[in-house]
């Protein structure tokens, strides 16, 4: 960096690496430096409670030079960076580890909208824009922003960006880097580049903005984004299907798409075991069909003109898969409480799932046409090398992507509880040895982070780890942002 905001002056410490005095950092953030251990809590603990790290120090930056001036301090001091937005990331990348060598940095209060662009379909927010906010500010715009999660209310955009969030929309209108269209990021060397071009056709080199969506923190911090806004849909209906088995169900998401198109905004898949649990864990949950399945596929129709247009659509769907038996039955929603009824039992079954105790979970995803021999044979596997676990298995069936969950035997004691959470390293292993033999991926879309890491690297080729390091270290020489995340 040419003009550094900060002076290096490590202070010799007794042992080990030198101390680090926070004062000047202080000075430069007073009142938005966190030092106190009760208020950084929060920031060093993440949203399971699976990691607790230590830090420096809690900076909360308000504006790009803030954060711009942070990376350029830590940088004199050799001093770590784990950005931080909403801390719901599921994979450990947001918590800092134990040497207490990092400072935390919350993009929480950088939340500005900056501006709109109706003719252009597009938004440019600050990172710590909330994802529900986003979506609040496109509607008002009289525009969707389609990214959608249920951890939206506190989720940032910039962790969106930096994890490549997915969703349940994802099969209409991408992830979230399809939905990115240029970032403003402070680099490792603290130097912004201004990359927020609202661009749709942009072929100048390299693309940057790719490497830094999906980074998880360890390349720059991202502080702003150009993102795409779509026509806000007419009407929206969803329907709750039984379906025999995987098979068909893939079966029904090939002939919806060939008759609905580019309305068909979700297919989720989930098994009788889910709908029991949210059916015993949630009071107002109830069964929208007559008979039971093995399987049932939510599926959700945008539809650009009206509600009897959706609904005579998913109709005529419905009526061909009866008859080619695909499905066995399905309830249609005629209202929004009903469409929110259905969407709920797809969305409380995670919560459903915790409410059991203990689970081992895999973010999973598969070329759609191998879902079925998939659950076929690692569901027969696991039921014979351990017997009587419980499978809880749904997702997004449409994208090929499945939570691969695991929950200990029904009424299982303390002990059994134990027993299964030892299993959790060769569960891992079954299940994500099966995933890339079925040339798959163990990460859909909660990314590395500390929790992936060093399976993902054993899956990966040497060639492809070496690209991936020679960026790492092109980008982040001194590997201070977010160390030790992603890759070994
Ligand atoms: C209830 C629940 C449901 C979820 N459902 C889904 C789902 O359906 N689909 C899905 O994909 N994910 C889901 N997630 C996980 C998802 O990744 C996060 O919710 C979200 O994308 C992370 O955003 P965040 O602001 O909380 O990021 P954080 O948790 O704060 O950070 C996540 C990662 O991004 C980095 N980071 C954060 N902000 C920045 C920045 N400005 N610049 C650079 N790096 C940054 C962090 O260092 C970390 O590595 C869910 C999580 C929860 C708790």
Redesign the pocket.
């Known amino acids: 960096m040419s003009d550094p905001p900060f002076r290096s002056d490590p202070v010799e410490g007794p042992q080990g690496p030198p101390a680090v005095d926070v004062a000047t950092l202080r000075a430069a953030f007073s009142g938005r430096l966190l030092t106190d251990a009760a208020d950084m809590a929060p920031f060093l603990t993440d949203?399971r409670r699976k990691w607790t790290g230590r830090a420096l120090a809690v900076v909360q930056p308000d504006t790009t030079d803030d954060v711009a001036r942070a990376v350029g301090w830590c940088r004199a001091h050799r001093v770590a960076v784990?950005?931080?937005?909403?801390?719901?990331?599921?994979s450990g990348?947001?918590t800092p580890d134990e040497t207490g060598r990092a400072v935390v940095l919350s993009?929480a209060r950088m939340n500005r909208v900056r501006s709109i662009d109706r003719e252009n379909n597009t938004i440019v927010v600050e990172?710590g824009v909330t994802l529900q906010r986003l979506q609040e500010e496109a509607k008002q715009a009289g525009r969707l922003f389609p990214l959608s999660?249920?951890?939206e209310g506190?989720?940032?955009i910039?962790?969106?960006l930096?994890?490549n969030?997915?969703?349940?929309q994802v099969l209409r209108y991408g992830n979230a880097r399809d939905l990115c269209l240029g970032l403003e990021v402070v680099t490792a060397e603290g130097q912004v580049w201004n990359g927020l071009r609202g661009l749709r056709k942009d072929n100048t080199g390299y693309d940057l903005r790719d490497l830094f969506v999906g980074s998880?923190?360890t390349l720059g911090?991202?502080t702003a984004a150009a993102l795409k806004l779509f026509p806000q849909p007419a009407a929206q209906v969803a329907a709750f299907i039984a379906v025999p088995s995987p098979r068909e169900a893939v079966g029904l998401l090939q002939a919806a798409q060939q008759r609905i198109g580019p309305a068909l905004t979700a297919f989720e898949l989930m098994s009788d075991t889910c709908i029991g649990l949210v059916e015993k864990h949630v009071a107002a949950a109830r069964l929208p069909l007559a008979e039971r399945s093995a399987w049932y596929v939510l599926l959700e129709v945008s539809d650009s003109q009206d509600e009897a247009h959706a609904q005579a659509a998913v109709e005529a769907l419905l009526e061909g898969a009866l008859e080619e038996r695909l499905a066995t039955d399905a309830a249609l929603s005629a209202s929004l409480s009903q469409f929110k009824a259905l969407w709920s039992l797809r969305e409380d079954i995670?919560e459903s799932q915790g409410a059991e105790g203990k689970t081992v979970k895999h973010d999973i995803s598969l070329p759609v046409s191998r879902i079925p021999d998939f659950i076929e044979t690692t569901g027969a596997a696991i039921r014979r090398e351990f017997p009587g676990l419980r499978l809880v298995v749904f997702g997004h069936l449409g994208d090929g992507n499945l939570h691969y969950n695991l929950s200990p035997p029904e009424g299982a004691t303390a002990a059994d509880a134990a027993r299964f959470v030892g299993l959790e390293g060769a569960l891992n292993r079954r299940v994500h040895d099966a995933v890339v033999e079925n040339g798959g991926s163990i990460s859909a879309?909660?990314?590395l982070?500390v929790l992936r890491r060093d399976e993902s690297a054993r899956y990966k080729s040497d060639v492809e780890l070496n690209l991936m390091r020679a960026v790492k270290a092109a980008l982040d020489p001194l590997n201070l942002m977010?160390p030790g995340?992603v890759l070994p």
């Open positions: 949203w784990v950005p931080q937005g909403g801390n719901t990331g599921l990348g947001a993009l990172a999660l249920a951890a506190t989720c940032t910039g962790g969106n930096a994890s969030a997915g969703g349940v998880e923190g911090v991202i995670s879309e909660h990314g982070g977010n995340k």
